[in-house]
């Protein structure tokens, strides 16, 4: 990814600190950035099922056992 590259010595060399925030980010984060490019995969559907239980494990406050909680868990799918 020479483009990537090249940007990224650009944004550090413009004296603009924003760009050279966003460059030492994709910096740090460049394999993961690139892999998602090549391979198209993420984990938002594993994190939105993680959000949604926690969700209803608010709810669940006033249900006094776990059977109760994976019910309701399972009852949200």
């Given amino acids: 990814m020479i483009e990537l590259d090249n940007w990224i ?22 394999p993961e950035i690139l892999n998602f490019l090549v391979y198209r995969i993420n984990n938002a559907v ?8 926690k969700t209803i494990r608010h709810w669940a406050y006033n249900y006094n056992n776990f ?5 309701k868990i ?4």
């Fill in 67 to 71: 059977e109760n909680i994976c019910l």
């Fill in 46 to 53: 594993t994190e939105g099922k993680i959000n949604r239980i």
């Fill in 9 to 30: 010595h650009e944004a550090q060399d413009s004296g603009i600190p924003e760009g050279q925030k966003v460059a030492d980010t994709f910096v740090r984060w460049k």
């Fill in 74 to 77: 399972l009852e949200a799918e």
